[in-house]
């Protein structure tokens, strides 16, 4: 089945870790960004890919980094420099300006 | 630059009643038009999508949505809500020129009994 898919479902993280999140799409699609979400908010953009080995900043990009080395894959690090990573994380793909589909997403807890 | 306005934070519908979510775009052409549903916990799925053509466009589960250029909306509908409807919404805008979608802020649907 063509999806894209986000491992792992939970991930805890201790104060000063860096941790990743993985993504993987067989759908053959050119674009692949990282979202966060909040409770009680909307999507907010991490970063953005729309080629292999480059990759461009969203809204909140400090305190995450990112590489695109494969096109079926777009890992994101929450690096320790982000002070509140707790949040649920969402990956999606897409060809240019049509539809995404999503992940269904990571959720990051700090302990 | 490109923008969504979903302007109800937060709607409550009994079940059984009829449904319309709004949607507000800014864009100077045509875009193409988007809503998804997003359950707790869950990605979010695709309900229908406009490119261009005919304006009402018909989605999965039952949903709708019609679009105004001239009141430059794309607002969802469904005629008879069930409870499994509960969730948040989001529309969003694309074009061929865009490198990202702009997604709106959300709509969150509740159902009472």
């Known amino acids: 089945d063509g999806g894209i898919t986000q491992s792992p479902k939970y991930l805890f993280r201790k104060e000063g870790q860096n941790v990743t999140l993985s993504c993987e799409q067989n759908?053959?699609?050119?674009?692949m960004y990282w979202y966060r979400q909040d409770p009680g908010q909307g999507l907010r953009l991490i970063y953005y890919?729309?080629?292999?080995?480059?990759?461009q900043k969203g809204d909140i990009a400090e305190g995450y980094s990112v590489s695109r080395e494969k096109k079926e894959s777009f890992p994101l690090t929450v690096t320790s420099a982000q002070k509140n990573p707790t949040a649920f994380y969402l990956c999606?793909?897409?060809?240019?300006?049509?539809?995404?589909?999503f992940g269904q997403g990571t959720r990051l807890t700090v302990v | 630059a490109q923008s969504v306005t979903q302007p109800d934070i937060h709607i409550t519908v009994s079940e059984g009643a009829s449904l319309e979510l709004r949607c507000n775009y800014s864009?100077?052409?045509?875009?193409?038009l988007f809503w998804y549903v997003q359950s707790p916990g869950q990605g979010l799925q695709l309900l229908l999508k406009?490119?261009?053509?005919?304006?009402l466009v018909q989605g999965i589960k039952g949903f709708e949505a019609e679009f105004k250029r001239s009141q430059s909306s794309f607002n969802l509908r469904k005629p008879s809500v069930h409870w499994s409807d509960a969730a948040e919404y989001f529309c969003?805008?694309?074009?061929?020129?865009?490198?990202?979608?702009?997604f709106g802020t959300g709509t969150r649907l509740l159902v009472s009994p």
């Open positions: 864009y100077g052409a045509t875009p193409y």
């Open positions: 999606a793909s897409s060809m240019r300006g049509a539809e995404a589909f």
């Open positions: 759908l053959n699609h050119d674009a």
């Open positions: 969003a805008v694309g074009a061929p020129t865009f490198q990202k979608l702009v």
């Open positions: 890919s729309q080629i292999v080995n480059d990759f």
């Open positions: 406009y490119f261009s053509g005919d304006t």
